[in-house]
């Protein structure tokens, strides 16, 4: 696998053409897959590198009918999550986890750097979590509210 600055460097405009990140990333997933001989799905956002409002950048639920899209296909029965993402909703995280483990007997989780609160969760109901020496898991805060009567 290449270092962080190899990809860089691929990544450079070439002939006064913009970066070609998704072709890039495409290669690297492919290239995953085919050393690993497991499906692979990226669950990424970029929550550290832009002001985004939560919605954007949190787990919801929206991301289970993402995740139905991008898992639409595979085989199983393994499957290599690569997820890096601050959290977001528990609701949500456990949809996302009854729906992988409905597809994918052997789940890999992969975090490449950050899996925050819910995303830790995701985490944890794998068959295994792959880190690297920097990365980390966060701590899980899930938030239950419960109705109470004002006086």
């Given at each position: ?9 691929e ?8 970066p ?10 492919h ?6 001989k ?9 929550w550290?590198?832009?002001?985004a409002p939560?919605a ?17 296909g ?7 999550l690569?997820?890096h993402?601050p ?20 789940i890999?989780?992969?975090?490449p ?18 880190m ?11 938030q ?8």
């Open positions: 696998m290449p270092t962080w600055g190899q990809i860089l460097r990544l450079q405009p070439r002939n006064n053409q913009p070609e990140f998704d072709r890039v990333r495409r290669k690297y997933l290239d995953l897959k085919v050393h690993t497991r499906d692979v799905i990226l669950y990424a956002s970029g550290l590198q832009k002001q939560d954007l950048v949190t787990i919801g639920d929206e991301d289970i009918h993402g995740l139905m899209e991008v898992a639409h595979l085989k199983g029965p393994s499957l290599d690569i997820l993402s959290g977001g909703s528990l609701e949500a995280a456990e949809g996302i986890v009854f729906y992988l483990r409905s597809r994918f007997s052997d890999r989780v992969i975090v750097q950050l899996a925050m609160s819910a995303a830790t969760m995701i985490a944890c109901a794998s068959n295994q979590i792959l690297g020496q920097h990365s980390f898991l966060g701590p899980t805060d899930p239950i509210f419960v109705p109470t009567t004002s006086l």
